[in-house]
């Protein structure tokens, strides 16, 4: 299984050292899965870095970060599924990048926050943060 990081999972996993997604990362490692971020992501975090002014200490964990995590270009067949999607009031256009990424690679979204993920036709996606993991299984 291929499980792609969103933008909440992957803050969850800087800031919080006992967060359960960790330990279900651990988890899923050990059972074979692999882990990467969508270049999507990637932009996201580094927005965020330019707007936070911290010493530029989040654009060194971000750099760090993409040595353990592999960052995958944004596929060319995910622009027609972009496409496809339903306008969704709540949804930014990063989130919906990131699923239309994910459903064009055949991957699994991890999230650590409420989101729009469950209304985004057929996207299976896992809210790691807390304890009941839902799933959109399309």
Same mark, same amino acid.
């Given at each position: 299984?291929?499980?792609?990081? #969103?933008?909440?999972?992957?803050?969850?996993?800087?800031?919080?050292? #006992?967060?359960p997604? @960790?330990?279900?990362?651990?988890?899923? $490692?050990?059972?074979?899965?692999?882990?990467?971020?969508?270049?999507v992501?990637? #932009?996201?975090?580094?927005?965020?870095?330019? @707007?936070?002014?911290?010493?530029g @200490?989040?654009?060194q964990?971000?750099?760090?970060?993409?040595?353990?995590?592999?960052v995958?270009?944004?596929?060319?067949?995910?622009?027609?599924?972009l496409g496809?999607?339903?306008?969704?009031?709540?949804a930014?256009p $990063?989130?919906?990048?990131?699923?239309?990424?994910?459903?064009?690679?055949?991957?699994?979204?991890?999230?650590?926050?409420?989101?729009?993920?469950?209304?985004? &036709?057929?996207l299976?996606?896992?809210?790691?943060?807390? $304890?009941?993991a839902?799933?959109? &299984?399309?």
């Amino acid at each position: 299984m291929i499980y792609l990081l #969103a933008q909440s999972a992957l803050l969850n996993l800087l800031t919080d050292p #006992a967060t359960p997604v @960790r330990e279900r990362m651990l988890a899923a $490692q050990d059972a074979g899965s692999s882990f990467a971020m969508s270049a999507v992501t990637l #932009a996201e975090l580094e927005a965020l870095a330019e @707007r936070v002014s911290d010493d530029g @200490r989040l654009r060194q964990v971000i750099s760090q970060l993409q040595l353990a995590v592999e960052v995958l270009p944004w596929p060319v067949n995910a622009a027609s599924i972009l496409g496809r999607f339903p306008r969704q009031a709540n949804a930014s256009p $990063q989130d919906l990048q990131v699923a239309a990424h994910a459903l064009a690679i055949g991957a699994e979204v991890i999230v650590a926050a409420p989101g729009p993920w469950p209304q985004i &036709p057929t996207l299976s996606f896992q809210d790691w943060a807390r $304890q009941a993991a839902p799933s959109n &299984p399309g």
